[in-house]
């Protein structure tokens, strides 16, 4: 079993920057948000936090979210790069604004949702897959994972053998919680399950 969160709002969120591999601090309410994940996490193992491991993005705003949750559930957390968002290269940190005035024709037929992967020198999607899949080979006991937006797309859309389009349109909250188990994925907010990959 897998419970795969991502971390709360952090300021670039706020700006409409792309953090990739770069860092900002989580906000008032990303603090908030991951107080209340925390609650829901300790609700979803109560009585058995002892059987689950936390694996976290050494990233500064997955670390920060981490702290929260230890606040609640007193475990031990180990950092696994694997986890990390994708990088778009030079594009890091910046807004898609940006991006289009220093890289003109770069976004040229690109959406909302596969923009990511049009940067020059930033990880393909095969990469981010293969990462995600490594991964999740590697789960062998019940799992806290922290990460990131689009990386957590890819994470449940691998679990859940989606298309690349089916995985890039994956909704990226960050006031609640993905449970993994079975092949199933549910999300969990206000502690009312949904199924919903």
């Known amino acids: ?13 706020t ?5 990739g ?3 900002s601090p989580l906000t008032k309410r990303g603090i908030e948000q991951a107080d209340r994940v925390a609650q829901l996490l300790q609700t979803e193992i ?19 979210t981490a702290d929260r949750l230890k606040r609640v559930l007193p475990m031990a957390v180990r950092e696994d790069a694997r986890l ?16 289009d005035n220093e890289f003109p024709g770069m976004l040229d037929g690109s959406d909302a949702f596969d923009w ?27 799992t806290v994972a922290i990460s990131h937006g689009l990386f957590g797309r890819l994470v449940r859309g691998v679990y859940s053998g989606l298309t690349k389009r089916e ?31």
């Open 15 to 19: 700006l409409g920057r792309f953090q």
């Open 1 to 13: 079993m897998i419970y795969l969160l991502r971390h709360g709002e952090t300021v670039w969120n």
């Open 84 to 99: 990390m968002e994708v990088s778009v290269g030079y594009w890091d940190g910046m807004t898609k604004f940006e991006i």
């Open 21 to 23: 591999q770069k860092d």
């Open 116 to 142: 990511y992967f049009k940067s020059p020198d930033g990880e393909s999607f095969d990469a981010a897959c293969a990462r995600a899949k490594d991964w999740i080979a590697d789960v062998r006991r019940p």
């Open 46 to 64: 109560s009585n058995n936090e002892q059987s689950f491991q936390i694996c976290v993005s050494p990233l500064g705003r997955t670390r920060q």
């Open 167 to 197: 995985m890039l349109e994956l909704p990226v909250p960050q006031d609640g919680l993905y449970r993994l188990c079975d092949g199933e994925v549910s999300f969990i907010n206000n502690s009312v399950p949904s199924m919903l990959t």
